[in-house]
């Protein structure tokens, strides 16, 4: 059974910092890039940052760029992605999703992952 877990997700203030976990098994996924993706109300889901299946390449979006840090571990059955977050803004406020992509490379297209987490909520608050 393939699962992804979200989890870290949580109240801030503005400045703050959190660690999103993302915990993926049932399937190779140290094969596949990963990557997190997240959705405030009313707005469509937009991507956020992506790692590469060696975790030597990484990818973000402008809005994150230098506060966000992602990372995984591929040491364990199951591959853990992670999800630095500092310096948090309350635009920063949404559901935050973990996904694995098709392949091993890095990819800012949701429709390139295949496989996602339930999400986890992250509010900032002003």
């Known amino acids: 059974q393939v699962q992804l877990d979200e989890s870290g997700g949580g109240l801030v203030q503005a400045g703050g910092s959190l660690t999103l976990s993302c915990a993926a098994s049932?399937?190779?996924?140290?094969?596949?890039?990963m990557g997190w993706f997240r959705q405030a109300p009313g707005k469509e889901r937009e991507f956020v940052a992506a790692?590469?299946?060696?975790?030597?390449?990484?990818?973000?979006a402008d809005s994150v760029q230098g506060r966000f840090t992602i990372s995984r571990d591929n040491a364990k059955r199951t591959v853990t992605v992670y999800l630095q977050m500092n310096s948090l803004k309350p635009e920063d406020t949404a559901v935050y999703y973990c996904?694995?992509?098709?392949?091993?490379?890095?990819?800012?297209?949701?429709?390139?992952?295949?496989?996602w987490g339930q999400g986890t909520q992250v509010t900032v608050s002003s």
């Open positions: 996904a694995a992509a098709r392949g091993p490379f890095t990819n800012s297209d949701a429709r390139a992952y295949d496989y």
């Open positions: 049932g399937r190779t996924f140290s094969s596949r890039a």
């Open positions: 790692i590469s299946l060696t975790g030597g390449s990484t990818y973000y």
